[in-house]
T-cell receptor
Framework: NAGVTQTPKFRVLKTGQSMTLLCAQDMNHEYMYWYRQDPGMGLRLIHYSVGEGTTAKGEVPDGYNVSRLKKQNFLLGLESAAPSQTSVYFC??????????????FGPGTRLTVT | KNQVEQSPQSLIILEGKNCTLQCNYTVSPFSNLRWYKQDTGRGPVSLTIMTFSENTKSNGRYTATLDADTKQSSLHITASQLSDSASYICVVSFNNNDMRFGAGTRLTVKP
């Protein structure tokens, strides 16, 4: 099993450009998450999904959109990138809610720089 | 406000020594607390998870403790190895579906 994979690993965008980050998991997990990690701060939840076709806002959703058309894939979109979105983005998945004790499995991250 | 604070921010120790990392939280109602290890350039990997009724959990040389009354947790690393160099992140789940991540402690183990 590959676990959780993310594409691409690195990307540089100019302000105003758009892009989509792809997350894929092969563990048949229902729940998927997108986080951003900034220096000196904990990971912050952007959006999450509790199943195919569902999405919900997390702690910092502004400027991002997501889609979960297939159970194994969770896409994060930036419609008009801003320098404030320079960050490392992590995708994660879990079988059920983490508050129920289910473990989250993280991808390797995507380092995005917006100039 | 639901927060998770970790200390110290960074720590340097010699190989073979022990160390203890701290995590204080204010979230409520508490569900569980996890410690993750994050190697540079990688995603976090779970080390331990503790619920309200558990006050200690071990995973090899890693031992986590939880005091739910004072809302404090610690991660003790015994006989450190160079491969322990990483960031250690405390994560608290609360209110059924919410989580808060600490900023992490950056541990460097030197030979």
């Amino acid at each position: 099993n590959a676990g959780v994979t993310q594409t691409p690993k690195f990307r540089v965008l100019k302000t105003g450009q758009s892009m989509t980050l792809l997350c894929a998991q092969d563990m048949n997990h229902e729940y998927m998450y997108w986080y951003r990690q900034d220096p000196g701060m904990g990971l912050r939840l952007i959006h999450y999904s509790v199943g195919e076709g569902t999405t919900a806002k997390g702690e910092v959703p502004d400027g991002y959109n997501v889609s979960r058309l297939k159970k194994q894939n969770f896409l994060l979109g930036l419609e008009s990138a801003a320098p404030s979105q320079t960050s490392v983005y992590f995708c994660a998945s879990s079988l059920d809610w983490t508050s129920g004790g289910y473990e989250q499995y993280f991808g390797p991250g995507t380092r995005l720089t917006v100039t | 406000k639901n927060q998770v604070e970790q200390s110290p921010q960074s720590l340097i120790i010699l190989e073979g020594k022990n160390c203890t990392l701290q995590c204080n939280y204010t979230v409520s109602p508490f569900s569980n607390l996890r410690w993750y290890k994050q190697d540079t350039g990688r995603g976090p990997v779970s080390l331990t998870i503790m619920t309200f009724s558990e006050n200690t959990k071990s995973n090899g040389r890693y031992t986590a403790t939880l005091d739910a009354d004072t809302k404090q947790s610690s991660l003790h690393i015994t006989a450190s190895q160079l491969s322990d160099s990483a960031s250690y992140i405390c994560v608290v789940s609360f209110n059924n579906n919410d989580m808060r991540f600490g900023a992490g402690t950056r541990l460097t183990v030197k030979p």
